[in-house]
């Protein structure tokens, strides 16, 4: 790989960082999945350089082609943030479900009770 496609990548990889560091700062993302995303950041700026000896243990591992080979690791860590995010969706709907539903009870028992009182802001009848 040529040094100017490797400083290029490095260069990219260090605004992604920066931008992630921002989205943090004003709280647009959380922290947990902010470190998703520096991890995946600090790989990008450090696979431009290893990328040779990467390549290298690849072959040796009997992998033809290497890019395909790295290709399809980031396509499972993929694959593996959409199975997290997932998870976290639907425990977001299941809560947001149960909420709704609890609130519908108390709101029930709430008429329920005004109407065995009378209206709000009446005085009782005796």
């Known amino acids: 790989m040529d040094i100017k496609v490797r400083v290029i990548i490095f260069l990219i990889s260090l605004s992604s960082l920066a931008a992630i560091i921002r989205l943090v700062k004003t709280r647009r993302i959380w922290e947990r999945y902010a470190m998703v995303w520096v991890y995946a950041g ?59 539903q609890e609130l519908a009870i108390l709101e029930e028992r709430v008429r329920q009770l005004e109407a065995a009182l009378g209206r709000p802001g009446e005085e009782p009848k005796p």
């Open 42 to 100: 600090l790989a990008l700026a450090i696979l431009p350089f290893i990328v040779d000896g990467l390549d290298w243990v690849l072959y040796k591992l009997g992998v033809e082609y290497p890019p395909g080979f790295l290709l399809l690791i980031g396509i499972f860590a993929i694959l593996l943030l959409l199975l997290q995010f997932t998870v976290e969706i639907t425990t977001l709907v299941r809560r947001s479900r149960n909420t709704v």
